[in-house]
């Protein structure tokens, strides 16, 4: 132990302001808050689930942000904010991508599908989803929506992947449940219905 | 026995919602003047608050208000580890002092920028041993260890002891706790083979995959919370108490949850809902508290490390003679927990030792909040205990699970320090279905066969954690339509149990599932009070409640039909959702007609009069808002006797790359014994979840702090080490003994913790079988330790490494 350490020491408020900032002022810019003077275009038009939608979108704001918090498609889930977990998985022109780790303004010429766009218009569950049912892949679920488009994209990729392959194409979504195997089970389900 | 439901897959009644998004988590909810809250958390890891200056913030444009120690802690805080909604004692760093309200995130960020906060900086301490010297730091103002009912203490070693320790040796200094049975001195004089070693376990965090984010408002008198639980009503009864609300006036609404493992089970661990319920009295708004990862992290809880020493012998014949064990259990800056003297008990309950001791001390350090994670004690001794058992087999020219049958719990059998008798144990079925589906005579032929610079490892593991409790209560309802209506308060966390037990209740009833409803999610639903969902009880305790309530409801659609259509009630049955006479079923009455008579009858058939005396206040509450609203079967659940235990069995082949310390796991079964199997898809979810944290805490996951600062180094998942798809197997087989245990009126038992447990010490036991019986005595055995093991670097037990800091 330093003994410097041990000494009583009265350190004055830098501290508290300085270790607020440091884990939360990107998470709170990112979440488009920020009311930054001068010109930018904020009223921006994005593709999402086959609808072009009209928003006002912030310079640093978040895909994940936009989604949850201005379209109120609260499916896409935040798990870490940082690009480590993929619960915010949505598919960008059919690829699997982290909307808490892409600016929404890169997003105007894109196709956005999350998991509020997979139903058929009769109501019928997107062949992963039905498929996520029959084996009970989700556990606590929260996972289970970024679970579900990086299924999706890998299927439309490859119809029908060997488990190997569907592993692989799903690593970057964490499921802090386990419940891996029976993702994969449901998986390779829906790739049996698709 | 065949049964209706029981054993039977379903569709569990969330899980459309799970794959279609549409489910709500806390976080997904708004509400109409909806305002935001900020934490201003300790950058330090002990302190005290001198001062707080909020007169600039709280004059911003925007800013609502703001929640301090002081407000919520009128009469000071309470002299415990226990974690607090806001401090002005943070012994973590990053422990909530003050809340901001504002009109955004930004807003109140901004504000707590311009905060002024003096704290007194305090001597802090990582390592408990650190802690255990004479003239250490202490983690808490008023010592390093909190006594049950006394209050805070000191425990010190002198340098000689803390130096022994940290050598090795059996710790010399007098344990806060001391528990045993049997001759121990015998039991190792009677030994062929003793073990004796040092060992480390890694504390690490829940990492619960959605941050605990609250969301609360008040109307007429009532507190609506939006939070997040393992336990529905039995958190929301624990948090009435936290928040300062009567039991009545609180609605909390929790109809899925992204995550607990032991860390949102009650309402103690988890305290930070009370902040914007505080708030948003304070201010008369609703109040959105949006967590980060990191504040999930730091005051999310983590398990408890343990730095100790374990002694094991064993007779000729193999069985285990004796099992003594010292354990300094890292207690953290906030929180607890008795991992220490559960690993114990687990020894003497899965491996019958015929003496064990237990002594120990829990000492502060200034790091993660504690508590109990996924077998917390149970799960990190099973680790530990597995490849010394390999060794004894080794030693003794005895099978590695010929070692494990012959000390083998079985029914009949006692275990634990309190040498309690099981309610039933089919562990030795489990070893033998396990030994079955991996082949074990075959498979173990191949360990330790060098292909390159690969090498295979087989390995055997045990699993156990109590796994069951009684003295809850249970209600049902119908209305004239004849659909059940099973009141349900147990959690939502992932296990599906909320439902699966639900079904005890329609199988006594003989109703087809597609007419039944689970009524659960918000406590509004007038719900009764279930046991916490933790310790794997929830079948165990929850299929007696449901399965009572029916009873009752069916005893009392007896009474009516009898009296009604006349005869006895014991001349009635049901089937067909119809009560009849047994002998002639055209005689009776479809459940829409009984339903519609006991509402007609009202009185006890309506929840009016003639309750269960012991039901708790909670179960009273809800019952007095259903009463008279429809048929009701209500039930107090009596306290059951024994321990009903959860088992599982772990087989597990590995190939050790010896040139990079890298494990690949190529086969992996997993066979649980916890009684009649109640949902076996759930049970599944179970075991290969479990599984995954097993692996994680064998070879991944750990915290990382900064020795120097005391700063978190780990706080994302990535530093963790949370397992992903890569990290396990492509596929983990399972399977189930499935046999009645006798205290559960559908024979079943819980088993969500043992599955880790057996995960863990199978695959220790195989990373030591690869490495020609190396024994590790650490978890997590990380690839550096491998490689470095294999270069003649030693280094299996460096105090507290595996802890807190090595990388
Ligand atoms: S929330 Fe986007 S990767 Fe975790
Ligand atoms: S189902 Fe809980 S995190 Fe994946």
């Given amino acids: 132990m330093n003994p410097k350490l041990t000494r009583r020491r009265f350190i004055k408020g830098v501290i508290a302001s300085g270790a607020a900032a440091t884990t939360t002022t990107m998470w709170y810019a990112a979440n488009g808050q920020d009311r930054p003077t001068g010109f930018v275009e904020r009223l921006i038009r994005i593709n999402v689930n086959g609808q072009e939608r009209s928003v006002d979108v912030a310079p640093q704001e978040t895909l994940a942000s936009t989604l949850r918090y201005k379209l109120g498609l609260t499916g896409t889930k935040l798990g870490c904010n940082r690009g480590e977990c993929g619960a915010c998985t949505v598919l960008v022109d059919d690829t699997p991508t982290y909307a808490c780790s892409v600016l929404t303004h890169s997003m105007k010429f894109a196709r956005i599908e999350t998991v509020e766009g997979l139903e058929a218009p009769n109501g019928d569950l997107h062949a992963v989803q039905q498929g996520f049912i029959d084996q009970l892949s989700p556990q606590c679920g929260y996972c289970t929506p970024g679970q579900v488009m990086s299924a999706v994209g890998l299927l439309r990729a490859n119809p029908n992947p060997t488990r190997e392959e569907a592993r692989q194409a799903m690593a970057g979504n964490i499921c802090r449940c386990g419940s891996y195997d029976s993702y994969l089970d449901g998986v390779m389900r829906a790739a049996e219905i698709g | ?807």
């Fill in chain 2, 1 to 807: 026995m065949a049964y209706m439901h029981i054993g039977k897959d379903f569709v569990p009644p969330d899980v459309a919602g799970k794959v279609t998004g549409r489910i709500k988590y806390s976080e997904d909810y708004t509400r109409e003047g909806m305002v935001y809250a900020r934490l201003l958390t300790s950058p330090i890891p002990h302190a005290k608050v001198v001062s707080i200056d909020a007169s600039e913030a709280l004059a911003m444009e925007g800013v609502f208000g703001i929640l301090t120690a002081d407000d919520v802690y009128p009469d000071g805080e309470a002299n415990s580890t226990g974690l607090k909604i806001l401090t002005n004692e943070p012994t973590l760093v990053g422990e909530p002092i003050l809340a901001v309200a504002a009109v955004d995130e930004k807003t109140a960020e901004t504000a707590i920028a311009a905060i002024t906060v003096t704290f007194e900086r305090l001597p802090f301490v990582m390592d408990p041993v650190d802690s255990l010297e004479e003239g250490g730091p202490d983690a808490y103002n008023g010592g390093n260890t909190f006594v049950f009912r006394e209050g805070f203490a000191q425990e010190k070693w002198t340098s000689d002891q803390v130096a022994s320790f940290r050598a090795g040796n059996e710790p010399t200094a007098e344990p806060a706790a001391e528990l045993s049975y049997g001759d121990l001195e015998a039991g190792f004089a009677n030994s062929a083979f003793v073990y004796e070693t040092p060992f480390t376990t890694a504390g690490y965090p829940h990492m619960s995959m959605e941050p605990r984010s609250a969301m609360a408002y008040w109307e007429d008198g009532k507190l609506y919370l939006h939070g997040t639980s393992q336990s529905l009503t039995a958190l929301a009864d624990g948090m009435a108490g936290i928040v300062g609300v009567p039991k009545e006036d609180l609605v909390f609404i929790n109809a899925a949850t992204g995550g607990g493992f032991g860390q949102r089970a009650r309402a103690g661990s988890i305290p930070s809902m009370a902040i914007p319920a505080k708030l948003s009295q304070k201010i008369n708004r609703p109040v959105m508290m949006r967590c980060t990862r990191e504040e999930e992290f730091t005051i999310g809880g983590a398990r408890q490390g343990f730095q100790g020493w374990i002694k094991l012998g064993f007779k000729q014949d193999g069985t285990m003679a004796a099992a003594d064990l010292w354990i300094v259990s890292d207690n953290g800056g906030k929180g607890g927990g008795g991992d220490a003297f559960s690993a114990t008990n687990a020894i003497s309950i899965v491996y019958q030792a015929e003496a064990v001791r237990f002594r120990g001390v829990s000492i502060g350090s200034n790091t993660a909040h504690r508590g109990a994670q996924r077998g917390p004690g149970e799960n990190q001794i099973a680790a530990i205990v597995s490849p010394i058992l390999d060794k004894a087999a080794e030693e003794l020219g005895i099978d590695r699970l010929e070692i494990r049958k012959l000390n083998t719990p079985q029914t009949g059998d006692v275990g634990g320090i309190n040498r309690q008798p099981f309610t039933s144990a089919y562990m030795p079925e489990a070893l033998e279905q396990a030994a079955t589906a991996f082949n074990w005579e075959e498979r173990i032929t191949r360990s330790r066969q060098r292909n390159g610079s690969k090498v295979t490892g087989i390995g055997i593991g045990q699993g156990y954690h109590n796994a069951g409790r009684s003295g809850m209560d249970g209600i049902i309802m119908m209305g004239p339509d004849g659909r059940l209506r099973v009141h349900n308060g147990v959690g939502n966390l992932g296990t599906y149990s909320y439902a699966s037990t639900s079904r005890a209740a329609a199988e006594v009833l003989k109703m087809p599932w597609d007419r039944c409803d689970v009524i659960t999610g918000r406590t509004d639903n007038h719900l009764p009070i279930t046991s916490p969902q933790d310790g794997s009880n929830s079948i165990f305790t929850n299929t007696r409640t449901c399965f009572g309530a029916a009873q009752d409801m069916l005893a009392k659609m007896k009474e009516i039909a009898a009296a009604d259509l006349g005869g006895d009630p014991a001349d009635y049955d049901v089937s067909n959702e119809r009560v009849h006479q047994i002998a002639d079923d055209t005689v009776g009455m479809t459940f829409g007609e009984v339903a519609q008579r006991a509402m007609e009858l009202g009185g006890k058939y309506t929840g009016e009069a003639e309750l269960p005396e012991e039901l708790a206040e909670w179960t009273q509450i809800s019952v007095s808002r259903l009463a008279g609203s429809g048929f009701m079967g209500v039930y107090h659940d009596p306290r059951h006797s024994n321990n009903p235990p959860g088992f599982t069995v772990t087989c597990t082949e590995i190939e050790l790359d010896t040139e990079t310390g890298k494990i690949e796991i190529l086969d992996m079964v997993s066979i649980a014994e916890c009684g009649t199997v109640v949902h076996p898809q759930g049970l599944k979810n179970q075991l290969v979840g479990g599984g995954v944290w097993g692996i994680g805490m064998s070879v991944l996951e750990r915290h990382l702090y900064d020795p120097q600062n005391g700063l978190p180094a780990s706080t994302g998942y990535w530093q963790s080490k949370i397992p992903t798809y890569l990290d396990t197997p492509l596929k983990i087989d399972t399977g189930w003994v499935d046999l009645p245990d006798p205290e559960n009126p559908v024979g079943a038992r819980g088993v969500g913790e043992p599955s880790m447990g057996s995960v863990s010490a199978a695959l220790n036991a195989a990373v030591s079988d690869a490495l020609d019986g190396h024994v590790f005595n650490a978890t997590p055995v990380t690839t550096d330790m491998i490689v470095n093991h294999i270069a003649g670097i030693s280094e299996e037990w460096v105090p507290l490494a595996q802890n807190n800091f090595r990388g």
